[in-house]
């Protein structure tokens, strides 16, 4: 198995709303990733988990919960959302996230989900 | 500042001809990895070849390979008998290792032609 699943694949949300996205890998990876990227843009780093522990925030804002209950699970948690925030939210996944300096290394492959396309009306 | 670059936003291609991908970047680190993913429209991103800086041998991965030029910082994909499959937006992405985050260009798109 080398995929990395994410549901839903499409996602529609007023303002108000609570939401979650999920993401599984059964490869034994211990790095998981969130990533979001726009139309036409190149994906941007939101989050990194390195064995189940939050390694990296890339100044997300506090609307967009990340959660990583064992190492084969990543949700993505959603409230009070704007529409900017629609866009193409994927996951991936690694083998190694950080070394034992602290330092995060991505030289390794990262497997990505297909996304999930969140719309926010 | 790390940065990559590819200033091809469109491309197009001739089935079972050869294109070739241009991508720069600027980096202070003296070893790092290079890779280009491609993004199909079924969005899921996918690694199709990796270079490490340190070696002077330019990777292949059967129809991809790259021309690695180290000193000119360029590292351009070359797709020789194009595939329509091979159609998708295709990023150069650059490994800092010290930063800890992968820094992708703008991507290119890629239109193969019957």
């Known amino acids: 198995d080398t995929e990395v699943t994410q549901t839903p694949k499409h996602l529609v949300m007023g303002m108000t709303n609570k939401k979650s996205l999920k993401c599984e890998q059964h490869?034994?990876?211990?790095?998981m990733y969130w990533y979001k990227q726009k139309a036409k843009k190149p994906p941007e780093l939101m989050f990194v988990y390195s064995y189940e522990k939050l390694s990296i925030n890339e100044s997300v804002p506090s609307r967009f919960s990340p959660e990583c209950p064992n190492s084969s699970l990543l949700n993505l948690h959603l409230h009070a959302l704007q529409p900017e925030d629609s866009a193409l939210y994927l996951c991936?996944?690694?083998?190694?996230?950080?070394?034992?300096?602290?330092?995060?290394?991505?030289?390794?492959?990262?497997?990505f989900g297909s996304g999930t396309q969140l719309s926010v009306l | 500042a790390q940065t990559v670059t590819q200033s091809q936003p469109e491309m197009s291609v001739q089935e079972a001809e050869t294109v070739t991908l241009s991508c720069t970047y600027d980096?202070?680190?003296?070893?790092?990895?290079l890779f280009w993913y491609k993004q199909p429209p079924s969005r899921q991103m996918i690694l199709v070849i990796r270079?490490?800086?340190?070696?002077?041998q330019n990777a292949t991965e059967n129809r991809f390979s790259v021309n690695f030029q180290k000193a000119a910082k360029s590292f351009s994909l070359k797709i020789s008998d194009s595939q329509l499959g091979d159609t998708a937006m295709y990023f150069c992405a650059l490994d800092g290792g010290s930063q800890g985050n992968l820094i992708f260009g703008k991507g290119t798109k890629l239109s193969v032609k019957p």
């Open positions: 980096t202070s680190e003296n070893n790092y990895y």
């Open positions: 991936a996944s690694s083998q190694e996230g950080v070394f034992w300096t602290g330092e995060l290394s991505t030289n390794e492959k990262l497997f």
């Open positions: 270079q490490e800086a340190y070696k002077q």
């Open positions: 490869m034994g990876h211990r790095a």
